[in-house]
């Protein structure tokens, strides 16, 4: 009998403040909002080690996504139970969960609780400069290219956290200066490697191969080019894109072969056209030394 009891008085109780939750819902909701507002107003967030929360204009679903200052994102290392995190393009991705490649002694550990987006094109791991770390316009317009393949692996593959304070972002969240020139330079990139592949689709790509005893051998066949058949054969030509020093090999026909090599075509943009040094203009087949 005391059992049921106390079993009706619970059930009484949930009753009743269910109802009072139902009528008072807005009232309880303001009170609620008063609280948080007086907490973040009265809250230092740099002091305590707390991101600044904000709202992703580009995403209306992001909750509680956050800005970081170089020195809060440098406390998500792994250490001591903490998350991992790291910054690229001055965007911030929770990679705890990668450890095993993140954490310390491990090979990616290098990036983690910083923005070092110019070392996943150079390389170097060695020494970190925040002066330079992320300054991607140094780099060739191509090479940014490669930090987008980057960020789109971090974005399907981890979590996004928000934004880091700095190069690329303010203080308010918001797109810097720098940020847009880098826009500016990552279009034109894009823009040039539609024009070369589209160049390489009239010019297809030649067979390579390489061997100590004679260095990169160069040729074309009538399905050289990732097997793009077609009725010409042509001759291995350097085909260079604006701004580059390095080249791709194009197998060129031969009724442009002539028109190419003195640069009489003004239809490829940028592009420029160059014969292999001690090859025949006619041969099908070039050997080169880098």
């Not at 809060?72 to 139970?81: R, S």
């Not at 060695?126 to 770390?133: I, L, M, R, S, V």
């Not at 061997?211 to 050289?224: I, K, L, Y």
């Not at 640069?263 to 203009?281: L, R």
Request: net charge negative; proline share 4%.
């Amino acid at each position: 009998m005391f059992g049921f009891l106390k079993w009706f008085k619970l059930r009484f109780v949930m009753l009743a403040v269910a109802v009072l939750i139902g009528v008072y819902r807005t009232e309880i909701q303001q009170v609620l909002r008063n609280l948080t507002d007086r907490y973040l107003d009265h809250s230092d967030g740099n002091s305590a080690g707390i991101p600044v929360q904000f709202q992703d204009p580009k995403n209306e679903a992001s909750v509680n996504l956050a800005l970081f200052t170089p020195e809060q994102l440098a406390t998500y290392n792994g250490e001591n139970g903490a998350p991992i995190y790291l910054a690229l393009l001055g965007e911030v991705f929770d990679v705890t969960r990668g450890a095993k490649h993140y954490g310390t002694g491990c090979s990616y550990n290098f990036f983690v609780g910083r923005d070092a987006s110019v070392s996943f094109i150079s390389g170097e791991f060695d020494e970190y400069d925040p002066e330079t770390a992320d300054d991607v316009l140094t780099l060739k317009p191509s090479d940014l290219i490669g930090l987008v393949t980057w960020k789109d692996f971090y974005a399907k593959d981890y979590e996004y956290k928000g934004k880091l304070i700095g190069r690329f972002y303010d203080e308010n969240g918001q797109p810097t200066t720098y940020h847009s020139k880098y826009l500016t330079q990552l279009e034109q990139a894009q823009k040039e490697k539609t024009r070369m592949e589209q160049l390489l689709e009239k010019y297809p790509g030649c067979n390579i191969e390489w061997s100590e005893a004679t260095g990169t051998r160069v040729w074309c066949t009538p399905t050289s080019g990732d097997g793009i058949e077609r009725s010409w054969i042509g001759y291995p030509r350097k085909l260079y894109s604006r701004g580059s020093k390095n080249f791709q090999c194009a197998c060129v026909p031969e009724h442009q072969v002539d028109a190419l090599d003195g640069g009489k075509q003004v239809n490829h943009g940028d592009a420029m056209f160059k014969p292999y040094d001690d090859c025949d203009k006619r041969a099908t087949e070039c050997f080169y030394r880098v």
